[in-house]
């Protein structure tokens, strides 16, 4: 008798694990959620005509605030010409602030849901971004998520809008860190990992200093100059 119940229990185990794996026929297999860097690759890699904000809203679908976040945010840590945050920081405040909202899905102007890049310079910017978001996402795992349902998007949709406002403004070398913690705060969002969340914290805590110390020393040096002229 013992060994048929041992026998039965080790058929269920078995049968259980085929059933994770998707290995008894009409079982559906249970698969993880694709992450963000394979989400980017796949409308990369199937891209043949312009790629629009919209279609990548649209692809990223229920999920698509904190993915957003990544994807705007990585955009203002492209090597671009100067002056191009104050452009490219509007979206990164948009989407933040109807996180702040509650919204349940991303909005965009249909001007900005309209703004499409070329496949190649789509991919170009992915070929840059992907392989660093790759490198992030080795290390990030659901761990210690602090928030209850919805209040991580409201919390960090905070942080973002007014790390998003100093994005835009014209401070010199004063939003890549501010970029760099708005796209680890998204990303950790996304896969609700509490201490990626604290290094995002920890480098918006930095990037304000370092903006500090930035206005501080212009305002001393433009203080000096008006001096010296008058």
């Known amino acids: 008798m013992a060994t048929q119940i041992g026998g039965t229990r080790r058929r269920m185990r078995a049968e259980a694990t085929d059933y994770e794996h998707g290995s008894i026929d009409g079982a559906p297999m249970r698969r993880r959620p694709r992450r963000l860097s394979e989400v980017f690759a796949a409308i990369a890699r199937d891209a043949d005509g312009p790629v629009t904000i919209g279609h ?27 002056g191009t945050s104050a452009i490219l920081g509007l979206p990164l405040i948009i989407v933040s602030a109807q996180m702040v909202y509650g919204t349940k899905q991303a909005w965009l102007p249909a001007a ?47 942080i973002a809008l007014v ?22 705060l998204g990303l950790a969002l996304s896969e609700r990992d509490g201490l990626l969340l604290a290094v995002g914290g920890a480098v918006c ?8 110390a930035v206005v501080g020393v212009a305002g001393v040096a433009t203080n000096a100059a008006l001096g010296w002229l008058f």
């Open 112 to 158: 900005l849901s309209n703004r499409s890049l070329s496949p190649e310079r789509f991919r170009f910017a992915m070929e840059w971004i992907i392989p660093r978001l790759v490198r992030i996402e080795r290390f990030v795992r659901p761990r210690y998520w602090p928030f209850w349902r919805k209040q991580g998007d409201r919390v960090i949709g905070c």
């Open 205 to 212: 805590i930095i990037s304000m200093i370092v903006i500090a």
């Open 56 to 82: 990548i809203r649209d692809v990223l679908g229920n999920r698509s605030f904190a993915p957003l976040l990544v994807l705007f945010a990585a955009f203002n840590l492209l090597p671009l010409p100067p």
């Open 163 to 184: 790390l998003a406002i100093v994005v835009t403004l014209p401070i010199p070398l004063g939003n890549w860190l501010p970029a760099f913690a708005t796209a680890l």
